[in-house]
């Protein structure tokens, strides 16, 4: 099945732009189960209040639980000190699977890491364009999976998308999302130095068009199998070594290792 990693849903309470205002799915869904797009996650839209943002998200969740998958959005600064009850919250309560932080709303934290590695969550963070940051994540906290998505840049940074390539091919817990991505070589040259275990498809719907996406996913030509990986596999991967119990026994093995055993506390 196709899992689009990377849409927004719900109303956004401010009205700067589409990304906090609203974003309807009507259109995307219709879009979506034309391209063959079987599953979507979902992440809301830019919004003062996150803890209400992702309530609001979770009953589209609960409405249809074999369509969406949720990555609850939370604001480094103004969540802080709150970024973990706020998570576990969204993990227990509502089911989400995911982390979504965004650096026009504030730089990602050590808190929010820290509530990701315990909680066994992946975390989109849009850096836009700061890749560099990655290198940090990627030493800080190699047990969180990090989803970069647009390769670095909604805005099309040539720049900061060629320079990500680095780290996503040397770190195993930095990965990339396609969504708006334009430059099509960077997506090629992405899959050829990383590995197409290392890049997810994503939309960014429903303000990009679905279809449009996933096509530039089907011009990268893969195998059967490494398509897959991009179209799905690979999300569910990451979000099966979130689990909880695999954290933990993974985590025992590190510290069988006396070498890595200092440094690993939670
Ligand atoms: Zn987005």
Not at 130 to 140: H, R
Request: with cysteine; hydrophobic share 45%; charged share 25%.
């Amino acid at each position: 099945m196709i899992i689009d990693c990377h849409c927004h849903a719900g109303k956004g309470d401010g009205l700067t732009g589409p990304w906090d205002t609203a974003a309807p799915l009507a259109a995307y869904l219709r879009r979506a189960a034309a391209a063959g797009i079987g599953q979507t996650v979902l992440m809301p839209t830019f919004h003062s209040d996150y803890a209400q943002a992702n309530r609001e998200l979770a009953q589209l969740l609960a409405a249809y639980p074999d369509r969406f998958l949720g990555f609850a959005f939370v604001h480094p600064v103004r969540d802080r000190g709150r970024v973990w009850p706020l998570l576990r919250g969204a993990v227990e309560r509502y089911g989400f699977v995911g982390v979504k932080v965004h650096r026009a709303d504030a730089r990602i934290s050590r808190e929010v890491c820290e509530a990701a590695l315990d909680l066994g969550l992946p975390v989109l963070y849009d850096v836009m364009g700061e890749v560099e940051v990655v290198e940090l994540l990627a030493q800080e906290y190699p047990d969180v999976d990090f989803i970069v998505p647009h390769l670095g840049s909604f805005a099309d940074d040539w720049r900061a998308q060629q320079a990500l390539l680095d780290p996503l091919s040397r770190h195993p817990n930095i990965y990339a999302d396609t969504s708006a991505v334009r430059r099509f070589d960077l997506l090629a040259e992405a899959v050829q130095r990383a590995g197409p275990g290392k890049l997810l498809f994503g939309s960014d719907g429903p303000w990009l068009h679905p279809g449009v996406e996933l096509a530039k996913i089907r011009a990268l030509r893969l195998s059967a199998a490494d398509e897959r990986l991009v179209l799905g596999g690979n999300l569910l991967r990451l979000l099966g070594r979130g689990r909880p119990a695999e954290r933990a026994s993974a985590n025992l093995k590190s510290v069988a290792a006396p070498a890595a055993a200092a440094g690993r506390g939670r």
